[in-house]
């Protein structure tokens, strides 16, 4: 079994595609976790899809996000839902990655037999949070790793 992490900016931020980049390169370059650990990078533009506009419109029902602030955002941002199905997805895309958090990458942890491995990969990974302000979330739990007490191993491990 794998143990998964992602790395994302705060939520409420979106970066453009070149920070993006340039922060997966600095991990990548910082870390020298090629190899010992799998990344998936997200480093396409957000194109959206249906099941983004339909958890948009979840998150309406439930109250979580309202129509309002939804407006305001694409207005603050030149994007015209109305404007088509692909200008749609894009814009509850966008509006999604601000308000839920953009992720950056999955890192896959070397193998849970590798024990001196996950723990040093674990501390370049927190320590790239913290010098670059990221956030680090556990998705095994759902959670963001406490960045000021992270512990020795994620979580779960």
């Avoid at 983004?52 to 996000?65: I, V």
Wanted: aromatic share 8%.
């Amino acid at each position: 079994m794998s143990y998964d992490l992602i790395v994302m900016p705060p939520r409420g931020t979106l970066l453009a595609l070149n920070e993006r980049r340039q922060l997966v390169d600095d991990f990548r370059k910082e870390t020298h976790l090629d190899g010992r650990c799998e990344i998936t990078d997200f480093m396409r533009e957000p194109i959206g899809f249906p099941s983004d506009q339909k958890a948009l419109e979840e998150s309406f029902r439930k109250g979580e996000f309202s129509r309002g602030e939804y407006e305001a955002f694409c207005s603050a941002h030149q994007l015209t839902p109305a404007g088509g199905e692909r200008q749609s997805r894009k814009a509850a895309r966008l509006f999604l990655d601000k308000k839920l958090g953009q992720h950056l990458m999955c890192l896959k942890l070397p193998p849970a037999k590798m024990v001196d491995e996950v723990r040093e990969a674990y501390r370049l990974i927190v320590e790239f949070a913290r010098r670059h302000k990221l956030v680090v979330i556990d998705p095994q739990l759902g959670v963001d790793i406490d960045l000021g007490d992270p512990g020795e191993f994620p979580p779960m491990w």
